[in-house]
């Protein structure tokens, strides 16, 4: 069984640009999740979808963040126009509906520079 | 404020020396604690979840316990192959995870 799928694994750009992360989350998962972890910090929460709808957005740091799920499925997450504080590891996860286990992609590597 | 905080921060051990690491909580309505083992590069890996006071469950040389103020995750006779950073968290009402820092494990031949 396929785990969940994060694209790309590693992203450079500059400070300003946009850049666009995604996630294939475990086939049946209801649950899709984003989280970020940034150097020297624990990895913290951004968002929450129950199949295609926001659940709670409550981590996420500001309107320059924008995330989608389509009919349920994989999710985007955009970063427009990106920041240096933005560096940092972005990781997806999902669960079942009735399960409390997430399950973790090995996540994208984001660097503005 | 749901938090999480791991002991220590890094550990080394030799081969075979057993040894646990921390993970101290505070919670509103625990609905669980999670163990994962993340290796560089890589994202965090499921290990255990553990509900309520008093539950243990082990996996090879890992065996973690819940308390109601913390949960320890003892690890017998490591490997090598065991190296790697644990990270500990906790869900509560909110239906999200509550990261610690992890535990950096390095275990020398």
């Known amino acids: 069984e396929a785990g969940v799928t994060q694209f790309p694994s590693h992203s450079v750009i500059e400070k300003g640009q946009t850049v666009t992360l995604r996630c294939d989350p475990i086939?049946?998962?209801?649950?899709l999740y984003w989280y970020r972890r940034v150097m020297g910090k624990e990895i913290k929460f951004l968002l929450h979808?129950?199949?295609?709808?926001?659940?709670?957005e409550s981590g996420m740091p500001n309107n320059r963040f924008l995330a989608e799920r389509t009919g349920g499925t994989y999710s985007t997450l955009k970063v427009q126009p990106a920041e240096l504080e933005d560096s940092g590891v972005y990781f997806c996860a999902s669960s079942q509906l009735t399960d409390t286990v997430a399950f973790f992609g090995q996540g994208t590597r984001l660097t503005v520079v | 404020e749901d938090q999480v905080t791991q002991s220590p921060e890094a550990l080394r051990l030799q081969e075979g020396e057993s040894s646990s690491l921390n993970c101290s909580y505070t919670?509103?309505?625990?609905?669980?604690l999670f163990w994962y083992r993340q290796d560089p590069g890589k994202g965090p890996e499921f290990l255990f979840t553990l509900y309520s006071a008093g539950e243990e469950k082990e996996k090879e040389r890992l065996k973690a316990t819940l308390t109601k103020k913390e949960s320890f995750l003892h690890i017998t006779a490591p490997k090598p192959e065991d190296s790697a950073t644990y990270l500990c968290?906790?869900?509560?009402?909110?239906?999200?995870?509550?990261f610690g820092k992890g535990t950096k494990l390095t275990v020398n031949p």
């Open positions: 086939s049946g998962h209801d649950n």
């Open positions: 919670v509103s309505g625990l609905r669980g």
């Open positions: 968290a906790v869900e509560g009402g909110s239906e999200k995870l509550v």
């Open positions: 979808f129950v199949k295609e709808s926001k659940q709670d």
